[in-house]
């Protein structure tokens, strides 16, 4: 019993890997029941004996992807108390996660407009997301009048894959280059 437990244990970590490395390498709209038994060497059945249902996939998917791609964990920064250094920092982490995923991250963006399961399965994901956003977004809205309302703004911008691509894809900046730039946006926009 012991041991059967623990080969389909095996058999759902291989599968959660085989996805994964498909939605990183071709998308998840690419990512058939098919082709991930394939990356396995198992029967299609195997697949949907362990996940029936595409959003439960996913969300092994988004699990794995979170543990293993280094996304920002924005807990440790409410210490910092200066806003500049925690936008600094904030950047600099996330461009940092771009940078290592920028391919998955693309296929994930890619495919989210034509499937909402991908949505709903990616759900932890991008509750995080919005957290790092959050963390690094609050303090300046502390800064009084529209200069606040668009220190924010621009400060959430920055953060965003699209504008971390522009910039270092489209501008050729480094990604220390387009934080510092970004950096300069908001504090000038703040008055900091």
């Given at each position: 019993?012991?041991?059967?437990?623990?080969?389909?244990?095996?058999?759902?970590?291989?599968?959660?890997?085989?996805?994964?490395?498909?939605?990183?390498?071709?998308?998840?709209?690419?990512?058939?029941?098919?082709?991930?038994?394939?990356?396995?060497?198992?029967?299609?059945?195997?697949?949907?004996?362990?996940?029936?249902?595409?959003?439960?996939?996913?969300?092994?998917?988004?699990?794995?992807?979170?543990?293993?791609?280094?996304?920002?964990?924005?807990?440790?920064?409410?210490?910092?108390?200066?806003?500049?250094?925690?936008?600094?920092?904030?950047?600099?982490?996330?461009?940092?996660?771009?940078?290592?995923?920028?391919?998955?991250?693309?296929?994930?963006?890619?495919?989210?407009?034509?499937?909402?399961?991908?949505?709903?399965?990616?759900?932890?994901?991008?509750?995080?997301?919005?957290?790092?956003?959050?963390?690094?977004?609050?303090?300046?809205?502390?800064?009084?009048?529209?200069?606040?309302?668009?220190?924010?703004?621009?400060?959430?911008?920055?953060?965003?894959?699209?504008?971390?691509?522009?910039?270092?894809?489209?501008?050729?900046?480094g990604d220390d280059d387009a934080a510092e730039a970004m950096m300069v946006a908001v504090t000038s926009i703040a008055g900091s």
């Amino acid at each position: 019993m012991q041991r059967r437990a623990e080969a389909m244990h095996d058999t759902r970590e291989r599968l959660v890997r085989a996805a994964f490395g498909l939605h990183r390498d071709v998308g998840p709209a690419q990512a058939t029941v098919k082709a991930i038994a394939e990356r396995v060497g198992v029967e299609r059945h195997t697949v949907r004996r362990h996940f029936p249902d595409l959003v439960e996939l996913i969300r092994a998917c988004t699990d794995f992807g979170m543990q293993t791609t280094g996304l920002p964990e924005p807990d440790d920064w409410h210490r910092i108390s200066d806003r500049a250094e925690l936008l600094r920092l904030g950047l600099s982490e996330m461009y940092r996660y771009w940078r290592m995923n920028e391919r998955l991250v693309a296929n994930l963006m890619r495919d989210a407009t034509s499937m909402p399961e991908l949505v709903e399965g990616s759900a932890s994901y991008y509750e995080h997301l919005g957290r790092i956003w959050e963390t690094v977004m609050a303090p300046w809205r502390e800064v009084p009048g529209p200069a606040g309302t668009r220190a924010t703004a621009v400060a959430g911008t920055a953060l965003d894959f699209t504008t971390w691509r522009s910039l270092t894809a489209q501008q050729g900046l480094g990604d220390d280059d387009a934080a510092e730039a970004m950096m300069v946006a908001v504090t000038s926009i703040a008055g900091s």
